[in-house]
């Protein structure tokens, strides 16, 4: 396929005319003209220079870098079929439109398919842009029309002075011109129309600046040929007594008395933005109009024959478009960066918030816009002066909302604002008291949304509107100590469990848990430092340890470990205890610090020694015995993590035992004990897979990849690898990912294959930079040293496929990696070692 033109574009839409009727007409025929149709498109098309962007049905979308080409295309097609039965109707329009990974977006494409859209077949309809550009000659003025997307009318031109109806266009309706295109919601769209045919009222519903009136409007404008007595719009933005509601529809609608006897009968669309205020009072009579209705408010009007659609917020790559759209109309030569991307994200796709933000572009740059998004509603405050006043600003379109609440709701909304992200019902009530109907309230009134997996959430904005209200309340301080022990209590329990369980590693619930909390629990550890509660910085820490090294937190580990309070004595001694032991592993696995995890976990020893808890005291002496492992005094570590293999056996902890069956077989198999060490490895496997732990799996069967390498045998260490593999992208662990790319590299090196090596090699040095982690310097010499001889051999190709690699994402060099394995030696994760 060509590539598709950038710059100035011409866009060429066709669409066979009465396709369904010459189905009928032709019988089995049909098919084959329709083939024959394409052919000769297609060849005409292409003898001008034309891209083919889509093909859909009987419809082309084509793209041409010159509007001459374009038009000579359409009269070359229009000639070539005029023998036969199908008659085509095109379109041609000239802009500029952005070019993404996912083809052409932005208004000059949707402009192209409604002018083609307008016309008959055979007909040929070409826009004042492409006119300008391709010429007059030839070309006959239809006027001014407008268009399906309701902005300005545009200049319409035919080719030729043949006599076709008068175009299919809006120019008898009140809908009102819109200053701007429609972008995106192509989805949202079509499943609002299909609403609107099955259901006689249908309300949009969503937070105030969401988009909820412009895509009615485009609704109801898509619509205008299926209503023959009027498609109508009210605006009821100024109106505040439900009794003038009739008054003020009838008035639109030209009805001279009696409104419902006016609309019996009728095919009509009304419709009602801006219900909210007239509410509950108004639902009645509006249930009661005898006609289609199409509504718009914050909240639903809950009446029975009432269909609701959430509005969601834009897209991201509609956003930018929609965010890009804007800005150009303030500066023509305006490109979107990555920058933009990060507002449309920081925005949630908020429509209002979007063009607010890029009214900006003419004082400040997207990154500069994007910096001063934390204060968002200092910033989001120059709308046009044709929007209503509520819409002028971000801020006044939330205070409209929030006016709207009752004292309950406005309590709850303003409270909610404590929590950092999404959050769970049970974790409202117990810190925010909240009530169900209340919440449910917030919900119905766009304040707050409900995720599929029963979460809920505020924009981003509209929290921060919420927390300026918090901030001013009594109640403030003791909402942020609820959430605050809320979320402690909450990682202590899960930390509790899973240590109860036996494993050592996370399982996958309550890593997924723990991820939906993240923000939240950022948000608890930042509040125990700003209050000085060095006991609950220790206890967070402690208990999420784990969950940072599943989850590759490392950047949160690191940041506890430098601001923990450590080496206060006077703390109680259980919790220093547990939070040195979590300091040393995140010394130890994620800095690959030796000497520092050395002297927090000795210290921690000797506080676990002195408590005399025997399980305990048993994970104390084996974190010492990874420091003697790490230096290399492997006869030490044999001997240290043979006494805490006493000790987890006393007190009959299997999980432990696991662990240290593994540990024991690491240190064998650096010795050179290989024989040993399998019999080790095969045996913690076992216990792992009756424990039912997972994660332990992967870790082993990692290490039993890494001995069949020491042993000389890549082919059977890349099995190794493959298992652990594919068990890590089931337990979702990076990290556990990471070092089983760099297993694979290692293995590929053994099996001369080592540009594809250096590939992944690339991969994982820019992993572990991204992630804020190192591999232990153990388990890395070993991999260096089969990449420096595959550097030795093959240096240039090496150096340069190293170097592609390390733009690869952690997926693509998994995907990378699997591919490696020959799909027949490709073991299930459940099969045997």
Known sequence: MAELPTGTVTFLFTDVEGSTRLLHELGDAYAGALREHRKVLRECFGRHGGVEVDTQGDAFFVAFAKASDALAAALDGKAALEPGAIRVRMGLHTGEPLLTEEGYVGIDVHRAARIAAVGYGG????????????????????????????????????????????????????????????????????????????????????????????????????????????????????????????????????????????????????????????????????????????????????????????????????????????????????????????????????????????????????????????????????????????????????????????????????????????????????????????????????????????????????????????????????????????????????????????????????????????PNLRAAFAGFLEDEKQDEVLRLGAALSRFWGSGAHFHDALQWLERAPLADSSLPAGSRAAALSSAGSIAFFVLDDVERADLLWQESLELRGAQGDRAELGAAVSRVAAVAWRRGDLDRALELHGEALRLFDEVGDQGARMNELHYIGEALRDRGDYDDAQRLFEEAVALARALGNERQLVNTTHSLGDLALDRGDPQGALVRYAESMEMSLRLRDRRGQIYCVAGIAGALVGMRRERDAARLWGAVEAQERELGFRMILSERKRYERWMSAAQDRQRGAFDAAHSAGAHLALKEAVAEALAQVPTATQPSARSAP
């Open 123 to 518: 007909q040929i309809l070409v826009s004042q842009s492409t006119c300008d550009l391709a010429g007059v000659h030839g070309l006959c003025d239809l006027g001014h029309h407008r268009l399906k997307d309701l902005t300005a009318p545009e200049r319409i031109y035919q080719f030729g002075d043949d006599d076709f109806p008068p175009l299919k266009s809006l120019n008898a309706t009140n809908l009102p011109v819109q200053p701007t295109p429609f972008v995106g919601r192509e989805q949202e769209l079509s499943y609002l129309l299909a609403l609107l045919s099955t259901h006689n009222l249908v309300t949009l519903t969503g937070a105030g600046g969401s988009g909820k009136t412009r895509l009615a409007l485009q609704a109801a404008a898509e619509t205008v040929e299926e209503y023959p007595d009027g498609v109508w719009f009210v605006s009821l933005a100024a109106v505040r007594d439900p009794q003038l509601l009739e008054p003020t529809i009838a008035q639109a609608v030209g009805s001279p008395d009696d409104l419902r006897e006016f609309l019996r009968g009728k095919n009509a669309l009304i419709l009602l933005d801006n219900l909210e205020q007239l509410l509950p009072d108004a639902a009645g009579i509006v249930a009661r109009l005898d006609t289609r209705v199409l509504a718009t408010s914050r909240t639903r009007l809950n009446v029975a024959a009432e269909q609701e659609y959430a509005v969601p917020t834009l897209p991201l790559d509609d956003a930018v478009v929609l965010f890009t759209q804007r800005a150009r109309q303030l500066k023509p030569a305006f490109e979107p960066d990555e920058h933009v991307r990060g507002v449309a994200a920081r925005l949630d796709g908020l429509p209002l918030a979007l063009e607010l933000a890029a009214a900006r572009v003419k004082v400040l740059t997207p990154k500069q816009i994007l910096e001063r998004l934390g204060r968002s509603l200092e910033l989001l405050t120059s709308g046009a002066h044709d929007a209503p006043e509520r819409q002028r600003t971000l801020r006044a379109t939330i205070e409209w909302s929030y006016q709207l609440l009752d004292p309950v709701e406005q309590d709850l909304f303003t409270h909610l604002a404590v929590f950092a992200g999404s959050f769970e019902l049970e974790a409202a009530e117990a810190v925010c008291a909240s009530d169900l109907d209340v919440l449910q309230s917030l919900v119905d009134k766009s304040l707050l949304r409900h995720t599929e997996e029963g979460r809920f959430f505020m924009l981003a904005t509209i929290r921060e509107f919420a927390l300026e209200r918090m901030h001013e309340s009594s109640d403030s301080v003791s909402a942020r100590q609820r959430h605050q022990e809320y979320f402690l209590e909450l990682a202590e329990e899960l930390n509790e469990r899973e240590l109860a369980a036996g494993p050592r590693e996370l399982s996958a619930p309550s890593l997924e848990r723990l991820e939906q909390e993240l």
